[in-house]
T-cell receptor, first 110, second 113 residues
Framework: RKEVEQDPGPFNVPEGATVAFNCTYS??????FFWYRQDCRKEPKLLMS???SGNEDGRFTAQLNRASQYISLLIRDSKLSDSATYLC???????????FGTGTQLKVEL | NAGVTQTPKFRVLKTGQSMTLLCAQD?????MYWYRQDPGMGLRLIHY???????AKGEVPDGYNVSRLKKQNFLLGLESAAPSQTSVYFC????????????FGPGTRLTVL
């Protein structure tokens, strides 16, 4: 089983829709989690860290469920500019390093 | 404030050739990293550095060497390129080791024929 697993998508949604992605992790010792955004042929950029209590940043909400070992990202009121690949990243489960998921592709359409 | 820069942006090599990828950061970060990104796989750590003059192996270090002679620069070398090293290479830096935000460079697309 992969340490971090994501549905590759693509998720095709209309502008204004709400969309959610999940990411499962295999090691209960994982300490920290992040969502990075990667535009086509560009570098990854941190979108948000994921806190145990859940956290929100504008239209984006991240949640952590340690019992079921997954994190989620909810995007409300999707914009065309949200089209990108969203990378789930975990720290600590595989030792002192980051483990990157393969990403979930989101396409927001008119 | 350029952040993290990488040179070159693109390169095509023949099997057996060597090359060096240069990464520079102007954020005074102690920690720097080299990753490779391949289709269907997450970013994988090649080597990293916890400070000037120190380097350590990551997940996939074979076939690569690195050097960090200056705090702001991190070089990745391929001594004898192989087709399996065709990939997109990203350099990153951070203020804390791994768990802090990683700032990535724009990437180098390398093709080995």
């Amino acid at each position: 089983r992969k340490e971090v697993e994501q549905d590759p998508g693509p998720f095709n949604v209309p502008e204004g829709a709400t969309v959610a992605f999940n990411c499962t992790y295999s090691n209960s010792a994982s300490q920290s989690f992040f969502w990075y955004r990667q535009d086509c042929r560009k570098e990854p950029k941190l979108l948000m860290s994921v806190y145990s209590s859940g956290n929100e940043d504008g239209r984006f909400t991240a949640q952590l469920n340690r019992a079921s070992q997954y994190i989620s990202l909810l995007i409300r009121d999707s914009k065309l500019s949200d089209s990108a690949t969203y990378l789930c990243v975990e720290f600590g489960g595989g030792g002192n390093k980051l483990t990157f998921g393969t990403g979930t592709q989101l396409k927001v359409e008119l | 404030n350029a952040g993290v820069t990488q040179t070159p942006k693109f390169r095509v090599l023949k099997t057996g050739q060597s090359m060096t990828l240069l990464c520079a950061q102007d954020m005074n970060h102690e920690y720097m990293y080299w990753y490779r990104q391949d289709p269907g796989m997450g970013l994988r750590l090649i080597h990293y550095s916890v400070g000037e003059g120190t380097t350590a192996k990551g997940e996939v270090p074979d076939g690569y060497n690195v050097s960090r002679l200056k705090k702001q620069n991190f070089l990745l070398g391929l001594e004898s390129a192989a087709p399996s090293q065709t990939s997109v290479y990203f350099c990153a830096s951070s203020s804390g080791l791994f768990r802090d935000e990683q700032f990535f460079g724009p990437g180098t697309r390398l093709t080995v024929l």
